[in-house]
């Protein structure tokens, strides 16, 4: 009980503060307009961080990076098998939104004034111009700012990958960023301390500028993702099991997975439950180096929970802002976007949500001003999220071993080598 406490308590603490604003919205109505600055205050300093955050984590990631003894055949087959299963979670997220209005304000251009921010007028640009327009900016200078999140994510890739080429030279410089990413983290502790506070306020003034219809659209979010969570466990997983090893291998994954699912849900973080994961995908037959190499990876780049939770908060947006998804190609970007986020998530441990959550945002052509709206789904959803993420690549990684190890990947290690020699 201790350690769920130790765990779960800023999620506690958090939902409390967010029930609270919402108690007090209801009561309160459009006089909690007042206290619209308490939360602006965690807002603008959220947006402080933000491009900071991305240079630093991006950057170091990737500098840190080393090459280990994997063959060739295990990764591109992860990979694959990453892409695939993620597709599925899309898919599944996008039909679970697509016909649920997750919230359906009475007032749409309300709720547009107050979150959308004057455009300034431009000139029509063609897909080459706006590309480069995205990808890259004039000026160092405006890298420094939260409207070129694409262009910024483009340089630190690239300034990771030439410390890795500078080899030993490069060092000095990847131990001060590490250093500046260090100190980063603990400026978003401190941040998180005041977070119960704005949180509470801005939800407060939500719930009394909108009414009730708002609160109900985030107690939607979460039914509805709880029960997606639960389907998606108990079914797709099932499924990737049964192509993996037949009706042997359900048997096997339902007798091994438990320990994974329930350490993710005591400690609400993939990381902590990569030991025991990779433990329950030994146990159920994956050869030590498959497991070993895919767990990990799939910890940083692999996350089904996260990548069914981005499609709710861009459905959640689109609902809000009444800006329903009409063609193709918007289906399209909606699925790229939330594929893009994901692997942000994936990329940063901490404050990897809020990277995503501002991609998802810009991408989208939302406001700032809705980060907070994303934050407050993020927390709800995170223990059944990280149950997913974490179960998703053990299930997964039997897929793995049907394909690189071969029919009988199952079977005890003398009769496997013994009939896949026969193959």
């Given at each position: 009980?201790?350690?769920?406490?130790?765990?779960?308590?800023?999620?506690?603490?958090?939902?409390?503060?967010?029930?609270?604003?919402?108690?007090?919205?209801?009561?309160?109505?459009?006089?909690?307009?007042?206290?619209?600055?308490?939360?602006?205050?965690?807002?603008?300093?959220?947006?402080?961080?933000?491009?900071?955050?991305?240079?630093?984590?991006?950057?170091?990631?990737?500098?840190?990076?080393?090459?280990?003894?994997?063959?060739?055949?295990?990764?591109?087959?992860?990979?694959?098998?990453?892409?695939?299963?993620?597709?599925?979670?899309?898919?599944?997220?996008?039909?679970?939104?697509?016909?649920t209005?997750?919230?359906?304000?009475?007032?749409?251009?309300?709720?547009?004034?107050?979150?959308?921010?004057?455009?300034?007028?431009?000139e029509?640009?063609?897909?080459?111009?706006?590309?480069?327009?995205?990808?890259?900016?004039?000026?160092?200078?405006?890298?420094?700012?939260?409207?070129?999140?694409i262009?910024?994510?483009?340089?630190?890739?690239?300034?990771?990958?030439?410390?890795?080429?500078?080899?030993?030279?490069?060092?000095?410089?990847?131990?001060?960023?590490?250093?500046?990413?260090?100190?980063?983290?603990?400026?978003?502790?401190?941040?998180?301390?005041?977070a119960?506070?704005?949180?509470?306020?801005?939800?407060?003034?939500?719930?009394?500028?909108?009414?009730?219809?708002?609160?109900?659209?985030?107690?939607?979010?979460?039914?509805?993702?709880?029960?997606?969570?639960?389907?998606?466990?108990?079914?797709?997983?099932?499924i990737?099991a049964y192509?993996?090893?037949?009706?042997?291998?359900?048997?096997?994954?339902?007798?091994?997975?438990?320990?994974?699912?329930?350490?993710?849900?005591?400690t609400?973080?993939?990381?902590?439950?990569?030991p025991?994961?990779s433990?329950?995908?030994?146990?159920?037959?994956?050869?030590?180096?498959?497991?070993?190499?895919?767990?990990?990876?799939?910890?940083?780049?692999?996350?089904?929970?996260?990548?069914?939770?981005?499609?709710?908060?861009?459905?959640?947006?689109?609902?809000?802002?009444?800006?329903?998804?009409?063609?193709?190609?918007?289906?399209?970007?909606?699925?790229?976007?939330?594929?893009v986020?994901?692997?942000?998530?994936?990329?940063?441990?901490?404050?990897?949500?809020?990277?995503?959550?501002?991609?998802?945002?810009?991408?989208?052509?939302?406001?700032?001003?809705?980060?907070?709206?994303?934050?407050?789904?993020?927390?709800i959803?995170?223990?059944?999220a990280?149950?997913?993420?974490?179960v998703?690549?053990?299930?997964?990684?039997?897929?793995?071993?049907?394909?690189?190890?071969?029919?009988?990947?199952?079977?005890?290690?003398?009769?496997?080598?013994?009939?896949?020699?026969?193959?």
């Amino acid at each position: 009980m201790k350690n769920f406490l130790k765990n779960y308590k800023q999620t506690i603490i958090l939902l409390a503060s967010i029930i609270v604003g919402a108690i007090v919205g209801l009561i309160f109505k459009e006089k909690t307009a007042v206290l619209s600055p308490f939360g602006d205050i965690f807002i603008n300093m959220m947006f402080v961080v933000i491009v900071p955050l991305i240079f630093l984590t991006i950057t170091t990631s990737i500098a840190k990076m080393k090459s280990g003894k994997r063959l060739g055949k295990v990764l591109v087959t992860i990979f694959v098998i990453f892409f695939v299963t993620s597709l599925v979670a899309l898919v599944v997220g996008f039909l679970t939104t697509f016909k649920t209005n997750l919230v359906s304000p009475n007032d749409t251009e309300a709720i547009r004034a107050s979150f959308v921010e004057p455009e300034e007028v431009t000139e029509e640009l063609t897909i080459l111009e706006r590309t480069v327009k995205t990808l890259t900016v004039s000026d160092f200078s405006l890298l420094l700012s939260k409207s070129n999140l694409i262009a910024l994510l483009v340089v630190s890739l690239i300034t990771g990958f030439a410390i890795r080429m500078s080899k030993e030279k490069g060092e000095k410089f990847r131990e001060v960023l590490e250093s500046a990413n260090d100190v980063l983290m603990n400026f978003i502790k401190i941040i998180m301390y005041y977070a119960p506070i704005g949180l509470g306020c801005y939800f407060a003034a939500l719930v009394g500028t909108f009414g009730s219809e708002i609160a109900v659209g985030f107690l939607k979010v979460f039914i509805l993702y709880t029960v997606v969570s639960v389907l998606y466990y108990i079914i797709v997983y099932s499924i990737y099991a049964y192509i993996a090893g037949g009706f042997a291998g359900v048997k096997k994954y339902w007798s091994n997975i438990i320990p994974a699912t329930v350490t993710s849900l005591a400690t609400c973080s993939s990381a902590a439950s990569i030991p025991v994961n990779s433990k329950c995908a030994k146990n159920i037959g994956v050869s030590e180096d498959i497991a070993d190499t895919m767990i990990p990876l799939g910890t940083s780049f692999h996350k089904d929970g996260s990548i069914i939770g981005s499609l709710f908060k861009i459905m959640f947006l689109v609902c809000l802002f009444g800006t329903p998804l009409t063609s193709v190609g918007e289906i399209a970007k909606v699925f790229g976007i939330a594929f893009v986020a994901n692997l942000l998530i994936s990329a940063v441990p901490i404050g990897g949500g809020t990277i995503s959550e501002m991609m998802i945002i810009t991408l989208m052509g939302f406001s700032p001003a809705c980060l907070p709206v994303l934050t407050i789904i993020a927390t709800i959803i995170d223990p059944p999220a990280t149950m997913l993420n974490v179960v998703g690549d053990s299930a997964s990684s039997m897929l793995v071993a049907r394909i690189v190890d071969g029919k009988y990947w199952l079977a005890p290690t003398d009769k496997k080598t013994k009939k896949n020699k026969k193959k």
